[in-house]
């Protein structure tokens, strides 16, 4: 542990370093190659004006590098791969988008991410913007955000692991440890193996996403409400508005870009959760997602790249469009104000 630690701060270190080397570097090179002498001032405004030019392409450069090689290059590759077999040896044309045309699995998980996508984006906002505005009229109200912000800081397998504790079950006659069926329990109910009920599981499991994203939409939402002018909310109360009216009349419509935002935000990571249900379930019991999905055809049973690159540009095609949508939104934001 101490071994690791240590050559991860190493990393970080020398990463900041070895990009402020570069910069510096880079920046001499590029003084080197187009100097100013103050002999000739036409050659010299000319070398400057060249030196603005190159400087930040020169600059940004690394970043271009990397994105080509790591997000370009592994886009086109995937395309290809789509239209050959799973070996990506045998080129098959459209055969691996009829498949996911017609095969139930594939069905399945475009099912259950239209779920999640129904629920989770909804219930983080919702929870976050009420304990956000409750929050800010209690006196331990920072106390509070820390509290629900928490589990941000855990991983999702973390977190995942917590609630299989919650939900975890016991055989008939044994002391059952899982928080949710000793509560069951206690009231004289019958203990259950919740993460296998059909089509109720996919539920459970979107609880364990909202506590982690709740704490995320509040802090944001949270953030917007201070922005609001307490001219506007004094107005309010003197013209006889109750709390409910002042919270959706003239809160929530001031506050509508930032809603949205986080709303689309928490949407992207929905179209990609992955380790939440490869923790809880591994797909089974009909909680199978597409990034699941993808997962299994690509790494398991032989592999198949084939079928596992048409789920990979599904995902794509589907997250990409929100994204677009969500960073103009944030740049309408940042105008704005």
Request: net charge neutral.
């Amino acid at each position: 542990m101490a071994q690791q630690l240590v050559s991860a701060i190493g990393v970080m270190v020398a990463g900041v370093f070895a990009c402020a080397a570069y910069y510096w570097l880079s920046d001499k090179v590029l003084q080197a190659i187009f100097p100013v002498r103050s002999g000739d001032v036409l050659q010299a405004s000319r070398n400057l004006n060249r030196r603005a030019a190159v400087r930040p392409w020169l600059f940004i450069g690394p970043a271009l590098i990397l994105l080509l090689v790591y997000l370009v290059y592994p886009v086109i590759a995937t395309l290809i791969l789509s239209f050959y077999d799973r070996t990506g040896s045998e080129f098959v044309g459209l055969a691996n988008y009829r498949w996911a045309f017609f095969d139930a699995g594939f069905r399945q998980s475009i099912f259950n991410n239209i779920l999640w996508l129904a629920v989770v984006p909804a219930a983080c906002t919702f929870f976050g913007l009420v304990i956000a505005v409750m929050t800010d009229r209690i006196w331990w109200g920072n106390i509070a955000k820390s509290i629900v912000f928490m589990p941000m800081a855990i991983s999702f397998v973390g977190a995942s692991v917590i609630w299989k504790f919650i939900y975890e079950y016991r055989a008939e006659g044994q002391v059952q440890i899982g928080l949710l069926n000793a509560i069951v329990e206690f009231f004289g109910g019958n203990p259950e193996v919740w993460i296998s009920m059909p089509f109720w599981n996919n539920f459970f499991l979107m609880i364990i996403l909202i506590w982690i994203q709740t704490g995320f939409a509040m802090v944001i939402l949270s953030a917007a409400l201070r922005g609001i002018p307490e001219e506007t909310i004094e107005a309010a109360v003197i013209d006889g508005a109750n709390g409910w009216q002042i919270f959706w009349k003239i809160m929530v419509p001031q506050i509508w870009g930032t809603i949205a935002v986080v709303w689309t935000t928490i949407t992207i990571l929905v179209l990609k959760v992955f380790d939440i249900v490869l923790t809880m379930t591994n797909g089974q019991w009909n909680t199978m997602v597409l990034a699941n999905l993808m997962f299994d055809w690509m790494f398991r049973g032989g592999g198949d790249s084939g079928r596992s690159a048409v789920i990979a540009l599904i995902i794509m095609a589907a997250v990409t469009p929100i994204m677009v949508w969500n960073i103009r939104q944030a740049n309408r934001e940042m105008e704005g104000r």
